[in-house]
Each structure stands twice: as structure tokens, then as C-alpha cells.
């Protein structure tokens, strides 16, 4: 239902701008979040932006770095990823959710198909 792209391979303080996109669903009626998941690990909450809009959610370690935007025109969300650092490396997910429990990965319904981030230093 979701489709998440721009994934790539940067170096490290480098740049990417991840985007998710959905055919079916309108974006705009869900808490939307970006996820990722480094081998080994759990499947981590980056960042959050509630259908409500507020203050959007970040991790501690993405702060003052990463930032999360929609766009309900184009039907998309956005992870703008500056600074990039190669402990960011990972997969990562967007995912939509109508739950209030919105920080946890449980709670998303819907989630798109992964793009690879990988930073290299």
C-alpha cells in the first residue's frame, strides 16, 4: 500500500531525502512514521508526524538532522536526512497508522517495502 523511495549510498555528512507514497490510501488521515532496521537489530521509530500535525517526533540520535514533512497535495511524506552518519545506516520504512500508540511499529498497518540507506565514513 506504501512504496518508499530514495534510498541510496552517500558518504558520510552527505544528504538523502527518503519519500513514501501511497495508490490507495489517503496519507493524510494516518500518523505517518519513518522506521529502520539495522541488521541484527529491531526495527526502530526515526521519526513521526501525527495526522493531527503538532510537533513532529525524532529520535535523540536523528535530532537537529533528520526532519519530517507531508505533503497531502502530492499525497506523500518526506524524511529530509542531512549529516548522515554511518551508524544511520540501515533500511528504512515508512509506515501508517490510525492508532494513538503511534511510537510503536505494532501499531502501523500499513508499511512500504524498505530502501536502503548506507553511509559510508
Known amino acids: 500500500q506504501l512504496q518508499a523511495s530514495g534510498g541510496g549510498l552517500v558518504q558520510s555528512g552527505g544528504s538523502l531525502e527518503l519519500s513514501c507514497t501511497s495508490s490507495g490510501l489517503f496519507l493524510g488521515n494516518y500518523h505517518m512514521a519513518w522506521f529502520r532496521q539495522a541488521p541484527g537489530e529491531e526495527r526502530e521509530i526515526v521519526s513521526a508526524?501525527?495526522?493531527?500535525?503538532?510537533?513532529?517526533y525524532y529520535t535523540n540520535s536523528v535530532k537537529g538532522r533528520f526532519t519530517i514533512s507531508r505533503r497531502n497535495t502530492k499525497n506523500t511524506v518526506y524524511l529530509q536526512m542531512n549529516g548522515l552518519k554511518p551508524e544511520d545506516t540501515a533500511v528504512y520504512y515508512c509506515g501508517a497508522s490510525q492508532n494513538v500508540n503511534w511510537r510503536e511499529a505494532v501499531w502501523y498497518k500499513y508499511w512500504g517495502q524498505g530502501t536502503q540507506v548506507t553511509v559510508s565514513s
Open positions: 508526524i501525527r495526522r493531527s500535525g503538532g510537533e513532529p
